[in-house]
């Protein structure tokens, strides 16, 4: 009879226990063992120009252009911490900081991993929103002006769309994808107009705009992605934007787990420089794309309880189909 008591009794010491050695790791990694003092600077209200040009000299925005391929070279833009990217750092550490919060995502996140992909966690719980590059990094990436308007933008594996609204202004119609539901939830809320992973392709329009932002090293087949998405832009005026972490480690989430996708884009070079040079030269010119303009951005995510927030090196490109691109392979 004691049994049940028994269980009721180890379940809560488990979940005392583990509450316990989440807050103790939170200690660790507040108060007095500051993760980075050059971060920490970031997130205080009165910045001096002094702290902030060192911000800049982060790696994160570090290119050596000498070290492109001569075609790609000229095409580099440099890109550096601005007012977008900063409020989204300090709204991450914010919620870092939310400690009850940041107890039940634990807590849900260890439960549900077995079973459900991260990125369907992070939309059931409101988490973990990306951040790939400001309104205006997005308006100087396309040479375009504040006022400039085009008539549809869509959004590949758009997430929970936070990203989506830095471009929202320049657009009448937005569409967007996403697989995960709860984030689809998200989209929907958002007024977006959400499509099909295989409807996209097929509505009987084109678009002015499709971004595609760090989903070409998780989907199964890059190339026939590429080929998709060259077909589906306005044709001479078209424009895709793709951002791509590097170094290029591709892998497919299915449920919890990660897999190899069927179709392993291999890169050459092992810096930064080089995998840009040999996206920009083998991948993209092979399905029939060029190079229009490329930076370097930090690819950022909220945080957790065990850190402010997560980034990833990022190359964004714009990329315009080729005049010659009929003699592409198909």
């Known amino acids: 009879m004691c049994h049940p008591q028994l269980r009721t009794l180890i379940f809560v010491a488990w ?53 492109l391929g001569e075609s790609v070279r000229p095409m580099f833009i440099q890109s550096h911490l601005d007012s977008g990217t900063k409020a989204f750092l300090k709204q ?26 991260r990125t369907s966690i992070n939309g059931f719980l409101g988490r973990g929103s ?87 090293d998780r989907c199964d087949d890059p190339l026939h992605l590429l080929q998709d998405i060259k077909r589906s832009l306005v044709p001479k005026t078209g424009r895709l934007i793709l951002a791509a972490v590097l170094p290029f480690q591709p892998y497919v989430e299915i449920g919890g787990q990660w897999q190899r996708p069927k179709e392993h884009l291999k890169l050459q070079g092992k810096t930064w420089e080089e995998q840009v040079t040999n996206l920009s030269n083998e991948v993209f010119q092979s399905v029939g794309f060029e190079v229009e303009a490329v930076t370097r951005l930090p690819y950022l995510c909220e945080g957790d309880m065990y850190n402010d927030y997560y980034v990833l090196d990022d190359a964004v490109f714009v990329l315009k189909a080729s005049d010659n691109s009929e003699k592409s392979v198909h």
């Open 92 to 117: 991450s550490v914010e919620k870092s900081g939310w400690m009850f919060t940041q107890l039940y995502h634990s807590f849900l996140s260890t439960v549900l991993s077995p079973v459900v992909s």
């Open 130 to 216: 990306m951040f790939v590059f400001s309104a205006e990094q997005f308006q100087r990436l396309l040479q375009i002006g504040s006022e400039w308007r085009a008539e549809r933008l869509l959004d590949l594996g758009a997430g929970d769309g936070g990203v989506t609204e830095m471009m929202r202004a320049h657009f009448r119609e937005i569409y967007a994808t996403e697989v995960s539901l709860p984030m689809k939830w998200h989209l929907q809320r958002r007024n977006f107009k959400v499509l099909g992973i295989d409807e996209w392709q097929h509505t009987g329009f084109q678009y002015d705009v499709i971004s595609c932002l760090n989903l070409l």
């Open 15 to 67: 979940v005392v226990g583990y509450v316990a050695f989440l807050l103790s790791i939170r200690r660790m990694w507040t108060g007095r063992y500051v993760r980075s003092p050059l971060v920490r600077s970031l997130f205080v209200d009165m910045l001096s120009d002094r702290e902030v040009a060192a911000i800049e000299t982060l790696e994160w925005y570090r290119c050596s252009p000498d070290l």
